[in-house]
């Protein structure tokens, strides 16, 4: 499903309007928080702060793994962001409306 039509399903239910900066913003803080966890669980094990194999391993599987995933979301946060700017001086130009 579209998220724009969650979002406008949302809203029109009575429920908040949520801006895309709010998405992307929480959209990137999700892995960028996970990441720091299993970074600092690894961090432990490697340290002799903690006995835990499981965290050294989970940091050793998840830390590439997450990277690509903030990769990605900060890579269509970017683009966005882009293209609203190019959109921006097109409309400025030419004064139409994208989409």
Same mark, same amino acid.
Not at 37 to 56: M, N, P, S, T
Not at 60 to 81: I, N, P, W, Y
């Given at each position: ?28 803080? *999700?892995?960028? /928080?996970? @990441? ?5 669980? /690894?961090?432990? +094990? ?7 194999? @499981? *965290? *050294? $391993?989970? $940091?050793? +599987? +998840?830390?590439?793994?997450? %990277?690509?995933?903030?990769?990605? %979301?900060?890579?269509? %946060? %970017?683009? /966005? ?12 130009? /030419? ?5």
């Amino acid at each position: 499903m579209d998220w724009q039509r969650i979002k406008d399903a949302n809203r029109d239910a009575g429920g908040p309007s949520i801006s895309q900066r709010q998405i992307d913003y929480f959209g990137l803080r *999700a892995p960028i /928080r996970l @990441l720091t966890l299993v970074q600092q669980g /690894r961090d432990a +094990f490697e340290q002799g702060k903690a006995e835990d194999i @499981l *965290a *050294a $391993g989970g $940091g050793a +599987f +998840f830390v590439q793994r997450l %990277v690509r995933r903030l990769s990605g %979301v900060l890579h269509a %946060v %970017v683009e /966005r962001d882009h293209e609203q700017e190019r959109c921006s001086v097109t409309m400025n130009k /030419r004064g139409v409306a994208c989409k």
